[in-house]
């Protein structure tokens, strides 16, 4: 069975504090990939990874940097948390190529900043 | 440009009636195409996936949806909806491309009423 863990569940931050989102996965795949989810927006891709040591930037990067340590480990950091960014973060992991190009999701991290 | 429509942010119908979710993608090379769902408070968890073939696929829980290349559409249905089919589903586009970022729609809450 698929796997991704996050932690915390729910954050609650101040304004201009540093926030770490951590995110672990079990399914041995290569790429891993933050998203918000925001009320009309969907989800939109934020930081993504193709391996250990490897980070790219989504559609929103601005605001968030990304760290993956390992094959199973992706973190999003917020080095300067703003309200705009109080929303529910999620992450997923994915194979690529003719065999797969689904995603299995994180149960998400609910982010206030106050 | 890329993008995935869902033109009905909410569907409400009655247990055991049928359903259909409406989902139109934008993109001009050979989408690959899911369908998501989300229960309360909790992550994505995969529904059904197109990748190519017989265009009717079929996905958990009696779901299934069509795939019309002339109309740009990946439809979702069901034949008899119940009360816990109540989330909200998301229509995603794969372009298949190096990271395989994924395209969302912004998402149907579908309330079925008891």
């Known amino acids: 069975e698929a796997a991704v863990t996050q932690s915390p569940r729910n954050k609650v931050a101040v304004t201009g504090g540093k926030v770490t989102l951590s995110c672990n996965q079990t399914?041995?795949?290569?790429?891993m990939y933050w998203y918000r989810q925001d009320t009309g927006h969907g989800l939109r891709l934020i930081h993504y990874?193709?391996?250990?040591?490897?980070?790219e930037k989504g559609d929103i990067p601005d605001g968030y940097k990304a760290s993956r340590p390992s094959q199973e480990n992706f973190s999003l950091i917020l080095e300067l948390a703003t309200p705009s960014q109080t929303s529910v973060y999620f992450c997923?992991?994915?194979?690529?190529?003719?065999?797969?190009?689904?995603?299995?999701f994180g149960p998400g991290t609910r982010l206030t900043v106050l | 440009a890329q993008s995935v429509t869902q033109p009905d942010a909410r569907v409400t119908v009655s247990e055991g009636a049928s359903l259909q979710l409406r989902c139109k993608y934008s993109?001009?090379?050979?989408?690959?195409l899911f369908w998501y769902v989300q229960y309360p408070r909790q992550g994505l968890q995969l529904l059904l996936k197109?990748?190519?073939?017989?265009?009717v696929v079929q996905g958990v829980n009696g779901f299934e949806a069509e795939f019309s290349k002339s109309n740009s559409s990946f439809h979702l249905r069901k034949a008899s909806v119940h009360w816990s089919d109540s989330a909200v589903y998301f229509c995603?586009?794969?372009?298949?491309?190096?990271?395989?970022?994924?395209?969302f729609g912004i998402g149907t809450l579908l309330s079925v009423k008891p």
């Open positions: 997923a992991s994915g194979g690529w190529g003719v065999v797969s190009y689904e995603q299995y």
């Open positions: 399914n041995n795949h290569n790429n």
């Open positions: 990874s193709y391996g250990a040591g490897s980070t």
């Open positions: 993109y001009s090379g050979t989408p690959y």
């Open positions: 197109y990748y190519s073939g017989d265009p």
């Open positions: 995603v586009l794969s372009a298949g491309s190096s990271g395989n970022k994924l395209i």
